[in-house]
Nanobody, 126 residues
Framework: QVQVVESGGGLVQAGESLRLSCTAS????????MAWFRQAPGKEREGVSC????????GYADSVKGRFTISRDNAKNTLYLQMNNLEPDDTAIYYC???????????????????WGQGTQVTVSS
C-alpha cells in the first residue's frame, strides 16, 4: 500500500519562501513520476509542477514558472517543492501525488496520478 505524506506548509508573507517535502513509501519511488497539485477554496485542484522518475525532466504551471522549483531525491524517497517569491494567489492546500503507473511521462493531469497525500496548507498574506 502506497503512503504519501507532505510537510512544510505554513503561513508566510508575500515575497517569502517555503519548501515543501513529500515522502512516499510502499513503492519503488525511483520508478514513478511525481507531481505537486494545489487546491484553493472554491476552486478545482490544479497541477503546479511535475517531475519524471529520474528527475531529468520537469514541468510547471505558467503561474509558478520562475518562482517554484521541483526536485527529488530517489535515495530518500522524497520529493520537494521550493517556492520563492510567494504571492497571495498561491494560498491553497498543496498535495503530493504519485504517478498512476511506473515509467510514464510526468504530466499535470490529475487523472495520471493514483496515490495522494493528505495535503499541507500554504497561506500567503499580503
Amino acid at each position: 500500500q502506497v503512503q504519501v505524506v507532505e510537510s512544510g506548509g505554513g503561513l508566510v508573507q508575500a515575497g517569502e519562501s517555503l519548501r515543501l517535502s513529500c515522502t512516499a513509501s510502499g513503492l519503488i519511488f525511483g520508478r514513478y513520476a511525481m507531481a505537486w497539485f494545489r487546491q484553493a477554496p472554491g476552486k478545482e485542484r490544479e497541477g503546479v509542477s511535475c517531475i519524471t522518475a529520474s528527475g531529468s525532466t520537469t514541468g510547471y504551471a505558467d503561474s509558478v514558472k520562475g518562482r517554484f522549483t521541483i526536485s527529488r531525491d530517489n535515495a530518500k524517497n522524497t520529493l520537494y517543492l521550493q517556492m520563492n517569491n510567494l504571492e497571495p494567489d498561491d494560498t491553497a492546500i498543496y498535495y503530493c501525488a504519485v504517478g498512476r503507473y511506473a515509467s510514464r511521462a510526468a504530466t499535470l493531469s490529475v487523472a495520471d496520478f493514483g496515490s495522494w497525500g493528505q495535503g499541507t496548507q500554504v497561506t500567503v498574506s499580503s
